[in-house]
Every structure is written in C-alpha cells, then in structure tokens.
C-alpha cells in the first residue's frame, strides 16, 4: 500500500489518514472503537454506545497518529490494554461474523514470548477465544494473524514472511466467517491472504472480559505500538 492520500474535514481542515475506509457502523455492528478523542486522553468509546471500554496501564489516545480520523490508541509495550465486560454481543457461537482492526508497530514482536492478542477473551488457557499477532520460526520465520478459539474447535490463521510487516507502518486487517459455507476468510490490506472452509469446525462462547493490545498470560506480552478503527460485526462483510 502507498503513502496515504490527506483529506481534509469541512469544518477544521484538519488533514485525515486515509490508507482504505474501515467497515462502518450499521445494523450488524456491535462494537466500534474508533479511538478519537484529545491528545493524552484515556477515554475511549465505543461508538455504537453498547459497551464501556476500560484502559490499564499507559494507553492512550494519540493525535500524532492515526489510520483513519485524527487520531489512534498508542500502547507502550509494557501492561497496556483496553478491557471490556463480557457480553452476547461477543459470542461469535452459530452466526456470521467480522472483526477488523488497523495496526501500527513501533517495535515488532521478536519471539513468540513477545506476540499479543489483539482480541484476548479468557478465563484459562483452556477457556479462550482470541485473535493473535504471533512470530514463528517453523516452518520458517515470519509472523502469524490467526484467530484461535478453545471453546470450540476453531483456528485458522495464515503467516506473513519477516519483512511483510515493518515499523511505523499502518496495516488492516480484517477476519470474516460466513456459517453458509464455513469459510473464514483473512485480508491484509483490503487484500484476501487466507480462505479457509472451516468445514464441521465449531466456536464457543467465552464468558471472561476481552482485553485489546495484550495477552494477560504473559507479562512480556503488549503491543508496542497503535491501534485504531477496532469493530466488530455479527455479518460477513468485506473490505
């Protein structure tokens, strides 16, 4: 993807990132973290009004960058996270489904003890339903998007070569799953990377609070880096 192309708001003029529309907010919407807000701000909504979203450690709202809109969620690396109440909203149980995120790193991760969970809902190691940024060495070293859910029997992911994701650079991303035909697609921006038939695969219903930008199990496990234009969508949409 190139540089991104500046637009600008009618009413300010400030200029816009724009790298590839996110999904909007319609009917099937049942999260929207669009990460807008005031430089430095720990405030973060969810624009569909259905949800209260909780920071811990040093996350924040960060005017400096953004993929779409002014401004983005920036995590330190260390602790840092969103948390949100369980909800039915996140059973992705017998429907269809998408989840879409834009990521920035400062730092990538170097060893699968400094990957995070973009999405993180667990109870135990046996009770989670989770969306990953991982780093591999077999078959060969790159990086892993996946989503994995132990409740059911879940997973499918595709891994990247070292070099497909770099620094200070924004990426989409984006999961759909269609019950109809049990294909869980993966796109990297706005481009299909994985099409798998999940064919007699299931997903469970994780009952814990979901945490965004960390894996809660490892310590070492945060993003360090941004995060914005979160949702997810009880439909299979496409970008």
């Known amino acids: 993807m190139g540089q991104p192309v500046n637009f600008y708001n009618r009413v300010d003029s400030l200029p816009i990132n724009f790298y590839s529309a996110p999904l909007g907010v319609d009917s099937s919407t049942v999260l929207f973290l669009s990460m807008e807000g005031i430089n ?10 259905r949800h209260i979203v909780t920071p811990s450690g040093n996350v924040v709202i ?7 809109g002014l401004s983005s969620a920036k995590f330190d ?28 790193f400062n730092v990538l991760p ?29 078959p060969s070293d790159g990086y892993v998007l996946g989503y994995r859910d132990f409740l059911g029997t879940g997973w499918d992911s595709e891994t990247q070569p070292l070099g497909s994701f770099v620094t200070n650079k ?6 759909t799953f269609a019950t109809a035909s049990s294909v869980l697609n993966i796109y990297k921006d706005s481009v299909q ?21 960390a894996d809660t199990g490892q310590t070492s496990a945060s993003l360090d880096g941004w995060l914005d234009n979160i949702s997810l969508h ?4 496409y970008p």
């Open 40 to 49: 430095g701000s720990t405030s973060f909504i969810d624009v569909t009004g």
């Open 62 to 68: 960060d005017t400096s960058q953004s993929a779409y």
């Open 77 to 104: 690396g260390t602790d840092d996270y969103l948390s949100i109440p369980d909800s039915d909203d996140f059973n992705l149980s017998a429907t269809d489904w998408t989840f879409e995120y834009y990521i920035r």
């Open 110 to 138: 170097v060893n699968f003890l400094t990957d995070f969970r973009v999405w993180d809902q667990r109870s135990s190691s046996s009770q989670l339903s989770v969306f990953v940024f991982t780093y591999v060495t077999f």
């Open 170 to 175: 924004w990426n989409r991303i984006t999961f």
């Open 193 to 213: 990377i994985d099409n798998n038939a999940l064919i007699g695969i299931t997903f469970g219903n994780a009952t814990s609070p979901v945490i965004i930008g």
């Open 234 to 237: 009880k439909t299979a949409r």
